[in-house]
């Protein structure tokens, strides 16, 4: 299991500012629900051009709760340009850091704040109102070439595994690991000068018993999953765990969706292997009924 820091728990458990802006100034809006990923930050601006109020509305993993929380905070009382200065790394320092697989979680805050000053002071930018001209190099996260060559540059990152931490991209189907190799030698050909290799942050794998395990599976899909998918009129029946393959079945919207029942496959396994083992595998029996070992639980 990842290990967090007790700020990111805190801001995880006690997010601060949720909801809606409703005297908002500016909005800034990244990722979708059926990325696994969505943020929503409004910035509340006085005469000054100081950023009096932010709130957040996420649909994320813990970090990214803590994340958009912990941004809030750090935007209030701040000029809006000082605000568009701070970086990953300023969201990881004050979160106590994070585990370097979830640093795509800051990733999101950062953009979506990119995404409001961008608006605010009229810009244009590169991927804005553009997605439909730039592919995804990654289908299953949605994930542009720009944002995996900007995660590169800005983050010195050597590795697809770093990418993927970074992005998302890659952490899905693997079909895109060569296209993301090549645009890794690229930017990096490109870079100044090579820094020394980033050191791995994380973490051991759990020890829990296999009833432990399930009940920790049930839970997080209870807590994590089903919430949201409920919002879009579908849910998700956890059928069986047999050591670390986790067996499922989607309902309702989520059932009549070929791509997004995918998505939600690596969307749910994400949630898995961060909460309660890294090792799990998640199968979805919906289209994979041939590989159904026991019948459901409930
Ligand atoms: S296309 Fe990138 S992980 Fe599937």
Redesign the pocket.
Same mark, same amino acid.
């Not at 995804?136 to 996260?141: A, K, Q, S, V």
């Not at 998302?168 to 690991?177: E, I, L, P, V």
């Given at each position: 299991m990842l290990t967090y820091s007790q700020k990111v728990k805190d801001h995880f458990i006690n997010p601060r500012n949720v909801g809606v802006l409703a005297d908002a100034t500016v909005v800034g809006e990244v990722g979708s629900m059926s990325a696994g990923q969505a943020l929503k930050l409004y910035l509340k601006l006085n005469a000054d051009e100081v950023i009096d109020n932010a709130g957040f509305q996420v649909f994320g993993s813990p970090g990214a709760i803590a994340a958009s929380s912990a941004l809030t905070e750090m935007l209030k009382g701040k000029h809006v340009d000082e605000a568009a200065r701070i970086t990953i790394k300023d969201i990881s320092e004050y979160l106590g850091g994070l585990p370097e697989e979830k640093m795509h979680t800051c990733a999101m805050s950062m953009e979506a704040l990119e995404v409001a000053y961008a608006r605010y002071r009229g810009i244009e930018l590169e991927v804005e109102g553009d997605e439909e001209e730039e592919l995804?190099?990654?289908? $299953?996260?949605s994930?542009p070439e720009s944002k995996i060559e900007r995660a590169i540059r800005d983050n010195n990152l050597t590795s697809v595994e770093e990418i993927?931490h970074f992005t998302?991209? +890659? +952490? +899905? $189907?693997?079909? $895109?690991?060569p296209?993301?190799k090549q645009i890794l030698q690229r930017v990096r050909a490109e870079l100044p000068e090579n820094k020394p290799k980033r050191e791995p942050v994380n973490a051991g794998a759990g020890n829990l018993s296999n009833l432990e395990k399930m009940k920790a599976i049930q839970d997080v899909l209870d807590r994590e999953v089903r919430p949201g998918l409920a919002m879009d009129g579908g849910d998700m029946e956890l059928v069986d765990v047999v050591g670390n393959k986790v067996y499922v079945q989607l309902h309702g919207h989520c059932n009549s969706c070929a791509s997004s029942s995918s998505t939600m496959k690596?969307f749910v396994e994400d949630r898995l292997r961060e909460m309660v083992d890294p090792e799990i595998t998640v199968i979805d029996t919906t289209e994979h009924s041939d590989q159904l070992h026991a019948p459901p639980m409930r």
């Open positions: 995804n190099i990654c289908r $299953c996260f994930v993927t998302k991209a +890659g +952490g +899905g $189907c693997t079909s $895109c690991h296209d993301l690596f």
